[in-house]
């Protein structure tokens, strides 16, 4: 069984800096690609704020780009966010995703973390 757990969440100023975490434990023999999702308290979807493929470099939504980074440690089965200059816009509820290959016998299966709260109010 693969589990994701977030943190890093919580209520910020804006202009002010946060660092999300995601990660991955349990059957776990290869870690694909890693992004990072957000829905606002308003908005019915997700959105994709950051992919991080694997062998490549990562992809930003336009609204956050050049403000957050995505990153990996693959010691650690990790991913993170660090989003820096957030704005109230920013708010919303964050989600890791994640694809997983369990074990050499199973496929690739995208897994998701429980979702943690941005809040960027002043």
């Known amino acids: 069984q693969v589990q994701l757990v977030e943190s890093g969440g919580g209520v910020v100023q804006p202009g002010g800096s946060l660092r999300l975490s995601c990660a991955a434990s349990g059957s776990i023999l290869d870690i694909l690609n890693m992004a990072w999702y957000r829905q606002a308290p308003e908005k019915q979807q997700r959105e994709l704020v950051a992919v991080l493929p694997v062998r490549s470099t990562p992809n930003y939504a336009a609204s956050v780009r050049g403000r957050f980074t995505i990153s990996r440690d693959t010691t650690k089965n990790t991913v993170y966010l660090q989003m820096n200059s957030l704005k109230p816009e920013d708010t919303a509820v964050y989600y890791c995703?994640?694809?997983?290959?369990?074990?050499?016998?199973?496929?690739?299966?995208?897994?998701w973390g429980q979702g943690t709260q941005v809040t960027v109010s002043s």
């Open positions: 995703n994640v694809d997983i290959r369990p074990t050499i016998r199973t496929g690739v299966n995208t897994y």
